[in-house]
């Protein structure tokens, strides 16, 4: 396995581009989604404000970007836009290829707040995402949403949210699956889709949680909660699903512990109950399990310590929390705000990994790489 290059997917200096998803259409082309927000810095000094290089994920505008592919990941066509929540600010894209040949996009959005000199009870003057009135706006969760395609990702349908699904404590207008950055997956007519941030079945906590579609992602319902941490000193999130062909449905998730070390769960009957979390070998986050012809599973994942970049490794499923030999894709970043990679098998039987990165000034752009198997 090798690292065959590298190509840049998308970049603009008037966007702050992040968390693309892929997909491989029947065609052969394939469709990318990414989160695309305003970058500030396209300002910077024309307004007599040094914004310092400030960067953020979090736009009261951000949108999800959809852009065509060819079957070797080279851009066909410009960027266009999904159609989009009126109340809220999307964040990160998830595509999924339903057995139907239609496209699902799963998404969550952040409700744009005016800050002023609000201080937000168990956030302090700092906001949800520690950032203050760098912003002027605090985010509140507005929930995970799926849009479906019928003519390969040219239009998608409006958004429709999940059910508010476990016992929530958050009042009004509730959790609705909280956030979601990960690979579904499919049997027959279910769809298996993983959340995280929202309370667990006791109202408390932020557990990751666990969603089924009986109709082809037509509809969702809570099904369980796929885990609590493991302890109280971190917290789990961006579960990734992979189903095997024996069954067993294997949830992928990142941790803040301090070694940064990938979870992994299962669960034997369609996600009615799960293991408890196993500590991996894998350091690094968010996981994709990327699926190939063969049987066998690539991880891919951001490597967000010194040196800086993406990394990939296969995996066996009968030693899983082990990795196979990691290789490294990238090493040059300048900073640890990079990664979130996506892959898909192309028809050649390489891989094409998508995930955003920076250049020397700090803008983030979608970048790819292929990788051959051996």
């Known amino acids: 396995m090798k690292c065959v290059g590298h190509h840049i997917l998308y970049a603009d200096n008037r966007f702050h581009a992040a968390f693309p998803s892929l997909v491989r259409l029947p065609s052969g082309e394939l469709l990318l989604a990414f989160r695309r927000g305003r970058d500030p810095r396209a300002l910077d000094g024309q307004l007599g404000v040094d914004l310092a290089g400030f960067s953020t ?7 999800l970007a959809l852009l065509d592919l060819d079957a070797h990941g080279k851009p066909l066509t410009k960027p266009r836009i999904a159609e989009i929540c009126p109340e809220a600010a999307d964040q990160d894209p998830n595509l999924h290829l339903l057995d139907n040949g239609e496209v699902l996009l799963a ?9 002023g000199d609000l201080t937000l009870p168990g956030f302090g003057a700092r906001g949800p995402e520690g950032v203050g009135r760098l912003h002027a706006y605090w985010f509140s969760l507005w929930g995970c949403n799926t849009r479906r395609s019928s003519d390969g990702g040219k239009t998608f349908s409006a958004p429709t949210y999940l059910p508010e699904g476990a016992k929530t404590s958050v009042s009004g207008r509730g959790a609705h699956g909280g956030a979601a950055r990960g690979r579904l997956a499919q049997h027959g007519e279910q769809v298996f889709w993983a959340t995280y941030g929202a309370p667990g079945e006791n109202g408390s906590g932020q557990n990751p949680q666990f969603y089924v579609s009986n109709d082809s992602g037509e509809s969702f319902a809570w099904r369980a909660t796929i885990c609590v941490a493991a302890d ?8 990734a699903l992979h189903r095997g062909k024996d069954g067993r449905l294997w949830c992928f998730l990142r941790s803040f512990r ?8 299962w669960s034997d009957d369609d996600g009615q109950s799960w293991s408890e979390p196993k500590v991996t070998e894998i350091i690094g986050h968010p996981v994709d399990p990327v699926p190939l012809a063969d049987g066998r599973v690539l991880l891919v994942y951001g490597y967000r310590h010194p040196p800086f970049g993406v990394r990939a490794r296969l995996w066996d499923a009968k030693d899983p929390t082990l990795g196979g030999e990691e ?8 900073n640890a705000d990079l990664g979130y990679p996506w892959g898909v ?20 752009f979608i970048a790819a790489s292929t990788i051959a198997l051996s």
């Open 258 to 265: 301090a070694d940064d070390a990938t979870l992994l769960s």
């Open 107 to 115: 998404s969550f959005s952040w409700n744009p707040m005016p800050a």
């Open 57 to 63: 994920h979090l736009d009261p505008r951000s949108h």
């Open 327 to 334: 290789l490294v894709l990238r090493d040059d970043g300048r």
């Open 232 to 239: 109280a000193g971190y917290a789990l999130a961006e579960p």
């Open 345 to 364: 098998q192309l028809d050649t039987g390489e891989v094409l990994v998508a995930y955003y990165f920076h250049n020397d000034q700090g803008q983030r």
